[in-house]
């Protein structure tokens, strides 16, 4: 009899940890000197477009992220980022940021421009993207 109590604990304990999927991926910040030149060179060329852009770096099983409000018209509020997370459920990658807007242009404590490397184990059937908690769309994706 306990031996059957503890291969049922031990099995819902290896199913558990099983279904955590966050566990597969890894997020990190980058500086822009630190990508390689092809994601640089897309990352530049959409560098005049404010919003959050992906770059798949499939020989590497990298997704990359760049959030962009750098572009700032005259008269109009500078937006910055305080926050990004990724998180797995699945098929299906979910990233989120928050973002706000200010007149104080030149406070360098806004950051108006991040890079991120998030590590994936596997292919993705669909990636989600949500802004203060609302889903938004990607401003381009590009990749090899």
């Known amino acids: 009899m306990f031996r059957r109590f503890l291969f049922v604990i031990l099995l819902g304990i290896v199913l558990l940890v099983g279904c955590n999927s966050d566990l597969s991926l890894s997020l990190t910040e980058k ?13 530049h060329d959409v560098n005049e477009q404010n919003g959050v852009h992906l770059y798949f770096d499939n020989q590497n099983s990298s997704i990359f992220v760049y959030l962009n409000g750098s572009n700032v018209k005259q008269g109009e509020k500078a937006v910055h980022f305080t926050n990004f997370n990724v998180k797995a459920d699945r098929e299906t990658i979910s990233l989120s940021y928050e973002s706000d807007q200010t007149s104080n242009y030149s406070d360098e404590a ?28 990607f401003g381009s994706i590009s990749g090899n």
């Open 31 to 43: 500086s822009d000197g630190s990508l390689s030149k092809d994601i640089q060179s897309f990352f």
């Open 110 to 137: 806004f950051s108006n421009e991040l890079f991120y490397e998030i590590k994936v184990d596997k292919n993705y059937e669909t990636i989600k993207l949500f802004n203060n908690g609302e889903e938004t769309h």
